[in-house]
C-alpha cells in the first residue's frame, strides 16, 4: 500500500469516527413528587424556552411539575380540583404550546405566568367526576382544518364533541354522534371512548374524521366550508373484522378459546406513504386463554370515483410470534413507508410461573422492515433480545429501556436500549445493516422502568435526547428526579 494511499485511509477513518461521533450531556431537575404520570413537551416554533410537564401520583395525592428547559429548574403547578388530564395545546397570539387541563366542566388555558386558569371551552364528556389520585395525559388535542392551531375532539357517552379553534382564537363546536362501547361485569360498567381516525375517506383533500363499529366505518366528513355534519356516512368494509361483541374478551361468557379468532381493527392510517389511508387488522390466534399469537393483515387503500374502497383480501400481512404490546408503525429507514416494530412474550402457564418464581420474563422486540413493493418479510429483519423484571411485593412489572432514536441529518434510527439499569446501549443504523452497523455504550444511570422514558429533542438541535423520568420506588438517591440525557 502506497504512503498517499495509508494517508487517504487515516483521513477516511477520522472522518468516519467524526459521524458517527455521539456523546451525552446530564441534567439531573429534583421533583417535589414521584415522577410516575406522564409527560409532556410544551414546545415552541422560535428560540423561546421551551418546557416540559410531569405528573406524579401516589396513594396520598396526585401532582404536577412545569420543567424550564433552558435552566432545567422545576416549579409545581396546582391542579385544578375537577381536572382530569392535562395537555398542550398550540393556541392563537402563543408562539410555545399552552398547559391546558381538561376539568369536568370543560378545557381550561394554565397561565404559567400569572399561575392563573383562563377557560377555553364548556363542554360535556364521559369524564363526569375527576379522579384525585390520578392525572393523566389526554389525546384530546388534534389539528383538523389544519392550520396550524389545536383542535379538540372530546368523547361524550352518545357524542364526540368537535372543538375548531379558529384563526382569532376563537371555538365552534361540531357534535359528531357516535356511542362509545359499553360493558359491564359483576355490576361494574365500563365505558370506553371509540379511537377517532384522522383521514381522508372521500378523496377531497380534507381531513376527515373517523370511527369504528363492527364491520363499518363511520365517517365524519369535512364539508368545504370546514364543517362537519352531525351523522356520519357508513361505509361498509369488504374484509374480515370481528363485531363489537365478538372481540370483546370477557371471563364468564363461556367462550371456548381453543382455536379462537379474533380479527381487531388496529388501525387507520397510511402505511406506504401514498397519502391514501390504509387499514390494519390484528388478528389474534388463541391456542388457550393464555397462549395466543398475533398476525397483522394490511389492506392498502384505493382510489376509485367513489372514494376510498379496499379489497377484500389482504394485500399484505406480517407474521409474528407471542403476545404483543405496544406494537408500533413508523419510518424507521427514512424511505418514507412506514416500518413494524413490537415488543412480544411467548406466555402460556407454564411459563408464567417460571417468570414469578424467577422474577424475569424474556421479552423479544421484532423489527419488520416495508419492502419497496410494500411486502414485509416472512421473519423479523432484527430481533433484540432483554429482559422484564417481575416484582410480586411491590405488584410491578418492570419494561427496560428500548426506544428509537435519530437526528434529523441521518434517515436511520438506532436503537437505544437499557442494561441493567446502569448502561445505555445505542446501536446504529446504515443501508444495509438495522441496529447492527456500529454499537456504542454508555455508563447512565436508568431507571426502573424503561416503558417511562421518553425520546424528545430537548435543546431543539434536531438530535433526539432521553427523559428519564424516576419515582419513589427507585434508590433514595434518585428518587423522584427527571435525568436529561442530552445528545451531542
Excluded at 116 to 142: C, E, F, G, N, Q
Excluded at 190 to 207: H, Q, S
Excluded at 429 to 450: C, I, K, Y
Amino acid at each position: 500500500m502506497s504512503k498517499f494511499s495509508m494517508i487517504a485511509g487515516a483521513l477516511a477513518a477520522c472522518v468516519s469516527l467524526q459521524v458517527h461521533a455521539l456523546s451525552f450531556s446530564l441534567k439531573t431537575v429534583p421533583l417535589s413528587h414521584p415522577a410516575n404520570g406522564d409527560l409532556v413537551l410544551l414546545s415552541t416554533n422560535n428560540s423561546a424556552t421551551d418546557h416540559v410537564a410531569v405528573s406524579g401520583h401516589a396513594a396520598d395525592g396526585r401532582w404536577l411539575s412545569i420543567i424550564d428547559l433552558e435552566n432545567f429548574s422545576a416549579r409545581t403547578v396546582a391542579i385544578p380540583e375537577k381536572a382530569q388530564f392535562f395537555s398542550a395545546m398550540k393556541l392563537a397570539d402563543y408562539t410555545e404550546a399552552q398547559l391546558v387541563f381538561h376539568t369536568t366542566e370543560g378545557v381550561s388555558r394554565y397561565d404559567m405566568e400569572k399561575n392563573t386558569l383562563s377557560p377555553l371551552v364548556k363542554t360535556a364528556s364521559i369524564y363526569a367526576l375527576a379522579d384525585s389520585k390520578r392525572l393523566r395525559h389526554s389525546d384530546m388535542v388534534v389539528d383538523v382544518d389544519n392550520n396550524d392551531l389545536s383542535d379538540l375532539l372530546i368523547a361524550d357517552f352518545t357524542t364526540y364533541h368537535l372543538w375548531l379553534q379558529r384563526k382569532d382564537g376563537s371555538f365552534s363546536h361540531f357534535p359528531l354522534t357516535v356511542d362509545v362501547v359499553a360493558e359491564t361485569y359483576e355490576e361494574v360498567p365500563r365505558y370506553t371512548p371509540r379511537k377517532p381516525y384522522l383521514v381522508d375517506t372521500n378523496l377531497d383533500g380534507k381531513t376527515d374524521i373517523v370511527f369504528t363499529r363492527d364491520n363499518q366505518l363511520l365517517a365524519f366528513e369535512q364539508n368545504g366550508a370546514g364543517g362537519f355534519p352531525e351523522q356520519a356516512n357508513i361505509y361498509q368494509l369488504n374484509m374480515t373484522i370481528s363485531s363489537d361483541s365478538e372481540a370483546s374478551l370477557r371471563p364468564g361468557d363461556g367462550r371456548n378459546y381453543d382455536g379462537l379468532l379474533i380479527n381487531r381493527l388496529f388501525d387507520v392510517t397510511d402505511l406506504d406513504g401514498d397519502g391514501v389511508a390504509d387499514i390494519i387488522i390484528r388478528r389474534e390466534r388463541f391456542a388457550d386463554a393464555l397462549e395466543q399469537n398475533y398476525d397483522y393483515l394490511i389492506h392498502y387503500g384505493r382510489t376509485s370515483e367513489d372514494g376510498l374502497y379496499f379489497e377484500k383480501k389482504p394485500d399484505t400481512r406480517i407474521n409474528t410470534h407471542g403476545i404483543q404490546f405496544e406494537s408500533v408503525f413508523a419510518d424507521i429507514d427514512g424511505d418514507g413507508r412506514k416500518d413494524f416494530y413490537t415488543p412480544n412474550v411467548h406466555f402460556g402457564l407454564g411459563l408464567m410461573v417460571r417468570a414469578l418464581i424467577s422474577g424475569n420474563a424474556g421479552i423479544e422486540v421484532q423489527f419488520y422492515r416495508m419492502k419497496q413493493d410494500r411486502s414485509f418479510n416472512e421473519k423479523p429483519d432484527h430481533i433484540h433480545k432483554t429482559t422484564a423484571s417481575i416484582s410480586i411485593s411491590g405488584g410491578r412489572v418492570d419494561l427496560p429501556l428500548f426506544q428509537l432514536a435519530g437526528h434529523v441529518d441521518n434517515t436511520y434510527k438506532d436503537l437505544w436500549v437499557g442494561e441493567k439499569q446502569q448502561r445505555l446501549i445505542v446501536n446504529r443504523s446504515d443501508e444495509n445493516n438495522l441496529f447492527d452497523h456500529e454499537r456504542l455504550q454508555f455508563n447512565v444511570t436508568l431507571p426502573r422502568d424503561g416503558s417511562k422514558v421518553q425520546v424528545m429533542d430537548v435543546n431543539n438541535d434536531g438530535q433526539d435526547d432521553l427523559v428519564l423520568p424516576f419515582d419513589a420506588q427507585e434508590k433514595k438517591e434518585l428518587r423522584n428526579q427527571v435525568h436529561f440525557l442530552i445528545a451531542k
